[in-house]
């Protein structure tokens, strides 16, 4: 049986100070473990809350339920813990509310109803009440008409299941059972703390309030390590700040990292499979870890909310054809067709019209094998067709050691005017740049992807008549601000901003999609994410909308954005 909550003023107040009485409707003050209760969050509360809310942090118990008279009314009181991280104390949160007593049940029979719960008789109820065992007797008959009870043990379930039991404790809490409330009236006294001969509570230690808990398999050793150091990184720092505030409704988060080698689908694969055996209740991707389309049905079979970035095309058709089997992915960025329409619309009005690219029209595209670094789509070879551009044989290169030696022949050969490059990889793409300066190359390069992966300063170091495009755009806003300052001090480096921005923004992301819908419940998360805008640090997130981007991420198809956060690296 539940106690009816009132929201509505009540007679209620704490004794009189003064000419002043304070009502005691509804409110909440937090004690910390170090006796010490926050700031502003004490006005209006009796000083025995004070005083049971640091008894409470005494036991061993996670919440509390009990009632208080206030003068003529009832409030409903709750007292749960707050874990916090290391070495910061645990917090008690002690909230009340006005209520009313159920089934026309009087004041003296609660104070009879909390001792008959903690297991007196008639006649020890009789005795620290002052009164008779035949009275007891007929109260405890009436109790049983009025809560619809036909045991005196039933009775004693309900009220300690229902909460109807009363503080402070008729006749006090010495030598009593030590249940939830008893045991935080003993304990809100130093004395009583430190009394050898207090009771010991007989106390099965049940598991903690479950934290939430995002996946995430990253890249932690082989040529791309860097972005997984830098997604952890974005995460950590997200992570940190949601549970220094007291994480979502007093449940901390947790971030899973597997590590992978990302351009191993085998690692990947079995990643994905380590990561779902740990029952996260969510699961992101890193930049890179898209170039694997299996984890789109690894993830569908778990059925937990999948926030993916940057979907190839294919991807893009299988999750819009077959909505009911992959429900739960959640799509952040636009496909990857959308670049190489991106480029095209900054080559034409950023380049070629300012006179900055060499005469003639001939682009030559030099495509990684890998599913993320295609750019060559049909919408880029209709816009291309369409500004009388002639495309030059498509060149494809592995992820892993490509001899660029080749590659820069077969590109001289087409002598064309601009040179796009998808290679994920810095270090390889910082040694076709090396090798296309040590011949009589004079073509613009563009960089597509490898200015957005950690160790740009040796790309930086190198540009001359190179163009590199990072995406999303760096904010400049106090978000933003606030980031850098806390990754520098944590890191002693800046961000790389796609790649710890987007991590961060991912963690936010379910944080308030768990706290909006006060559930893990996989459905109504995935839902939520669907029809609602987040502000984060790669901008507006609209993840309901058909393009599926943020509004950063559809700015690399505008020339104006294409060429990321530090500009183009035009020498």
């Known amino acids: 049986m539940e106690i009816a909550r009132k929201h509505v003023p009540t007679a209620a107040t704490v004794p009189t100070i003064g000419a002043k009485s304070l009502p005691l409707v509804e409110g909440e003050i937090v004690v910390s473990a170090a006796d010490e209760s926050r700031a502003g969050t004490r006005a209006g509360a009796p000083k025995e809350f004070v005083a049971y809310a640091r008894g409470f942090l005494r036991t061993a118990r996670d919440g509390v339920r009990f009632l208080w008279r206030a003068g003529d009314s009832w409030l409903a009181v709750q007292i749960e813990r707050h874990a916090r991280p290391e070495p910061q104390p645990d917090e008690a949160v002690l909230s009340w509310a006005a209520t009313e007593l159920p089934g026309g049940v ?85 004395s009583a703390h430190h009394d050898r001969g207090l009771d010991r509570p007989m106390i099965v230690t049940f598991p903690g309030k479950r934290p939430f808990r995002i996946g995430t398999i990253a890249a932690s050793y082989g040529s791309l390590k860097a972005d997984g150091v830098e997604a952890s ?41 380590a990561l779902i055996d740990q029952r996260v209740d969510a699961v992101m991707a890193t930049n890179l870890s898209a170039d694997n389309p299996f984890d789109l049905d690894q993830v569908a079979e778990y059925g937990r909310p999948f926030v993916h970035l940057a979907p190839f095309a294919p991807e893009d058709r299988a999750v819009d054809t077959d909505p009911a089997r992959f429900w739960n992915v959640v799509r952040a960025y636009p496909s990857e067709s959308h670049h190489g329409r991106g480029f095209a619309s900054l080559f034409e009005n950023l380049v070629m019209r300012s006179g900055l690219a060499p005469e003639g029209g001939r682009i030559v595209l030099v495509e990684t094998e890998a599913l993320r670094a295609h750019t060559t789509t049909t919408a880029f070879l209709e816009y291309a067709a369409g500004a009388g551009w002639e495309l030059g044989k498509l060149i494809q290169v592995p992820p892993r050691s490509p001899d660029w030696r080749e590659v820069v022949t077969r590109v001289d050969a087409m002598d064309p005017c601009a040179v796009v490059i998808t290679h994920l990889v810095t270090d390889t793409s910082v040694e076709l740049r090396r090798t296309l300066r040590a011949g009589d190359s004079h073509h613009l390069v563009y960089y597509l992807h490898a200015a957005s992966v950690p160790s740009r300063p040796s790309l930086d170091d190198i540009v001359g008549r190179v163009l590199w495009s990072t995406d999303p755009a760096c904010s400049d806003d106090p978000l933003a601000r606030d980031f850098q300052e806390r990754y520098q001090r944590c890191f002693g480096e800046e961000p790389v901003w796609p790649i710890a921005t987007t991590a961060y923004d991912q963690v936010r992301l379910f944080a308030h999609a768990w706290a909006a819908t006060g559930t893990r419940d996989p459905q109504r998360v995935a839902r939520f994410l669907r029809h609602s805008a987040h502000s984060g640090l790669g901008g507006t997130y609209l993840l309901g909308t058909p393009a599926l981007t943020t509004d950063a991420s559809a700015r690399s198809a505008n020339p104006a954005w294409a060429t990321g956060h530090r500009g183009a690296g035009l020498g």
């Open 233 to 273: 990184r974005g995460s950590a720092i997200a992570v940190e700040e949601i549970n220094a505030r007291g994480g979502i409704g007093g449940r901390t988060v947790q971030h899973v990292v597997v590590d992978v080698d990302i351009l191993d689908p085998e690692s990947v694969r079995n990643g994905m499979a």
């Open 106 to 190: 009087t004041a003296r029979e609660i104070d009879i109803l909390t001792l008959l719960a903690i297991g007196l008789t008639n006649g020890q109820i009789a005795e620290r009440l002052g009164t008779s065992t035949r009275t007891v007797s007929t109260q405890v008959e009436r109790l049983l008409l009025k809560l619809e009870q036909s045991r005196r043990g039933g009775l004693a379930a309900l009220a300690v299941d229902a909460g109807l039991l009363r503080l402070p404790i008729p006749g006090g809490a010495t030598g009593l059972t030590s249940i939830g409330p008893v045991e935080v009236e003993q304990r809100s006294s130093r």
